[in-house]
Structures are given as C-alpha cells and as structure tokens.
C-alpha cells in the first residue's frame, strides 16, 4: 500500500515591524512582531 504525503510549504515574509509566517500543513498564519524577545516565545511554542 502506498501512503501519500504532501510537502510542507513554509513562507516567511520579514519587514522591519513584523514577520508573517505561513504554514500550509496547519494552513496558518502567524504574525510576530520583529524584536528578540517576541521571536524567542513564538520560537518556543
């Protein structure tokens, strides 16, 4: 039996104020403001 998959797709969209991300296996979009420590608690979760 053969299993499909389908690739993860991940885009990234980095401006000075935020950064977007996107993730096609959850169809999500997260919004994280660009400064170290808001990074770090996305990062974390």
Do not use: C, F, H
């Not at 993860?8 to 400064?35: F, M, P």
Request: proline share 2%.
């Amino acid at each position: 039996m053969t299993i499909l998959t389908s690739p993860t797709v991940v885009g990234i969209d980095v401006a000075k104020a935020e950064i977007v991300v996107y993730r096609s296996d959850l169809q999500t979009i997260d919004t994280v403001k660009n400064d170290r420590a808001a990074l770090k608690r996305w990062l974390k979760t």
